[in-house]
């Protein structure tokens, strides 16, 4: 049987790579990558402990099974966020401010003018 210091320093490994790639990286493609990492590696974890385990609540890998369905729909709407801020920006760079703002400016040269309370009310 293997031992469990192997895939606990192999789930370290991967949770300190994950950690830096959070911490380090500026795209927010990397970023998501270095969650993946962590969360692969907590799933490593629960299936090695899910195998040690031998009680009737042993369930390791049924957590496991919860992890990945969770990093799926994280991983989903995380996407849709970075696309939606690709189109609006030009740019995934986690350290640029964004631009959130919807309001139309009263620059000429844009050739658009910000609606009034009053118009429009009949």
Not at 19 to 27: D, E, I, K, S, T
Not at 37 to 48: E, K, Q, R, S
Not at 98 to 108: E, F, K, R
């Amino acid at each position: 049987m293997i031992h469990l210091s192997l895939p606990a320093a192999l789930a370290a490994l991967l949770a300190g790579i994950g950690v830096y790639g959070v911490l380090a990286r500026r795209n927010a493609v990397l970023v998501l990558i270095g969650v993946e990492l962590i969360l692969n590696a907590a799933n490593l974890l629960l299936v090695t402990a899910g195998t040690r385990a031998t009680g009737a609540y042993a369930a390791g890998p049924v957590l496991t099974l919860f992890v990945i369905t969770i990093a799926a729909a994280e991983i989903t709407v995380a996407l849709a966020i970075i696309l939606v801020m690709f189109r609006r920006a030009g740019h995934i760079d986690l350290t640029a401010v964004p631009d959130l703002t919807d309001d139309l400016t009263d620059d000429p040269a844009d050739g658009r003018q910000p609606a009034s309370a009053g118009e429009g009310a009949s």
